[in-house]
């Protein structure tokens, strides 16, 4: 158990910065989740971490131990990775048990470890076979306990999920979860996949292009995103991005797509009074348009007419894919809607629960959660 810091890391690849002034404080215990596209350098912070890359500048400490010097093996982390690299000749004992026998652990400890992991894992039947004769999934719990038994200070998982079909990751997400509760050990958690952040994290670091964008809760991140990035990163499907001009008209405040007109309400004015005159990017969630027959109650609903373009019947709700004038909205809708293809149709969206950035630094200007301070 330990906490992980990373102080002002840099890591240059040649000419390309893969991480620039990395800094990140992860809490002992922590499921701290990496999330971001291809390429924005998440892999590169667990590698640094493991020790299997040199730091270009910068410190990363381990506990209170400074580890830029340590050897990978010596940091006392173990490590998933998407691939198992199982051993196919051994059993599955066997491989739960090679990275102890390395390290010349007493034969009986090492069998207690290995029960322990599999009990741990609900893989005790599995012990005997090899890897071949494993699904998937099974296949994923063994490098799993494989990791379990060096009773590391730190887990580092790298995309575990990727390999696995649609639902056992579903499963499996759940598993790592409770894994990580029962452990009472700090994770450290690289996906692209922003479900996969939302779901198991205590806290979410989103990167960019070798940069923390933004670091908080899952609930923080989807209501008070900072930046478009992260507004667009965060949230499935992601939210809608429109522009429109703040107007001001007897008293009240309105924004200004061109081929509609959205009353701003009373709550949300007061920090968009100063911005009267200017064009600025809106986001709205799908999930804040309602079909204008179904509008929960409570909310501060303004009309929008769209032109219906796909609709896509997802079971328990339905996703209308419109055109506003010429600016696309998401809406995720109740599975009752009468809207069809071709439709003209009147969307009404909750502008309460809408955020606004500025277009040029693309920075937030106003979130949804301040209309409640
Ligand atoms: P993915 O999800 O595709 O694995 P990632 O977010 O994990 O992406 P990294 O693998 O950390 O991204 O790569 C970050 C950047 O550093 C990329 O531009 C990548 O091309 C570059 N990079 C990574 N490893 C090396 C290397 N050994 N030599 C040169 N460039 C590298």
């Known amino acids: 158990m330990a906490r992980v810091f990373y102080d002002h890391v840099w890591k240059r690849f040649d000419e390309v910065e893969a991480l620039k002034d990395f800094h990140l404080e992860i809490e002992d215990k922590e499921f701290l989740v990496l999330v971001g596209p291809s390429g924005c350098g998440k892999s590169t912070a667990l590698r640094l971490l493991a020790g299997l890359d040199s730091i270009t500048e910068g410190d990363i400490y381990i506990g209170d131990r400074r580890v830029n010097n340590v050897p990978a093996k010596d940091r006392d982390i173990a490590m998933v990775f998407q691939s198992y690299a199982l051993y196919p000749h051994m059993t599955i004992y066997g491989n739960i048990a090679f990275g102890l026998k390395l390290r010349k652990v007493p034969k009986e400890e090492i069998d207690r470890r290995v029960k322990q992991a599999a ?12 890897p071949g004769q494993l699904s998937g999934g099974q296949r994923q719990r063994i490098a799993l306990g494989r990791a379990i038994v060096r009773e590391p200070q730190v887990f580092l998982l790298d995309e575990p999920l990727s390999n696995l079909d649609a639902k056992l990751r579903v499963n499996t997400r759940a598993e790592i979860s409770k894994l990580h509760k029962r452990l009472g ?34 609930q923080h991140l989807y209501d008070e995103p900072v930046n478009v990035f992260v507004a667009g990163f965060i949230g499935s499907p992601a939210m809608n991005f429109f522009s429109a001009k ?14 509609f007109v959205l009353k701003v309400p009373k709550e949300r004015a007061p920090a968009l009074q100063p911005l009267v005159g200017r064009e600025m990017l809106f986001g709205i969630r799908p999930e804040n348009i309602h079909d ?59 502008l309460e629960r809408m955020h606004v950035f500025d277009p040029e630094t693309r920075e937030a200007v106003t979130t949804a959660r301040e209309r409640d301070s």
């Open 292 to 350: 204008n027959e179904f509008v929960p109650t409570g909310i501060h609903a303004a009309s929008i007419e769209v032109e219906i373009d796909v609709t896509e019947l997802m079971g328990n709700e339905v996703f209308l894919h419109t055109m506003a004038g010429d600016q696309k909205l998401l809406a995720r809708v109740d599975p009752r809607t009468r809207a069809k293809p071709g439709d003209k149709f009147e969307v009404v969206a909750d």
């Open 246 to 259: 703040i107007k001001s008209s007897d008293g009240e405040l309105e924004l200004d797509g061109g081929t």
């Open 119 to 130: 009990e741990i894992l609900g893989v005790e039947a599995l012990l005997k076979r090899k």
């Open 185 to 218: 050990t700090t994770f450290v958690y690289v996906t692209h996949d922003q479900t996969e952040a939302m779901t198991m994290a205590d806290r979410i670091a989103v990167m960019s292009a070798g940069v923390i964008q933004q670091v908080g809760t899952p």
